[in-house]
């Protein structure tokens, strides 16, 4: 079993920058694909980012460039740097793991972010 606790939302103008955390629990972090979502009003869950056990990392055509996602296994602790936030990157953010890529099987409870124009 793992629980995922997500931090580090807010509000910021556009073109700001913020950076989301996710404590994980469990002694099995590092073998886990960590990964970011986001879904804003109205909006279906959409994939963000995602990071693999051995540090490969996967984005979004629509963060690519702008966001980046890394993990410390040490502390248990996925992190989404995002810069040159739009309006458009307003949602609520969620953490997630799982043993690959495509399947995620714990989900934190989300994180919001807004983004002024």
């Known amino acids: 079993q793992v629980q995922l606790v997500e931090s580090g939302g807010g509000l910021v103008q556009a073109g700001g920058s913020l950076r989301l955390s996710c404590a994980a629990s469990g002694r099995t972090f590092s073998s886990y694909t960590m990964g970011w979502f986001r879904q804003g009003a109205g909006k279906e869950r959409e994939f963000v980012a995602a990071?693999?056990?051995?540090?490969?990392?996967y984005y979004a055509d629509s963060v690519k460039g702008r966001f980046t996602i890394s993990r410390d296994n040490a502390k248990n602790t996925v992190y989404l740097q995002m810069n040159s936030l739009k309006p458009e990157d307003t949602a609520v953010y969620y953490c997630?793991?799982?043993?690959?890529?495509?399947?995620?099987?714990?989900w934190g409870q989300g994180t919001q972010v807004t983004v002024s124009s």
């Open positions: 997630a793991a799982g043993p690959i890529r495509h399947q995620y099987d714990y």
């Open positions: 990071i693999g056990w051995s540090g490969g990392t």
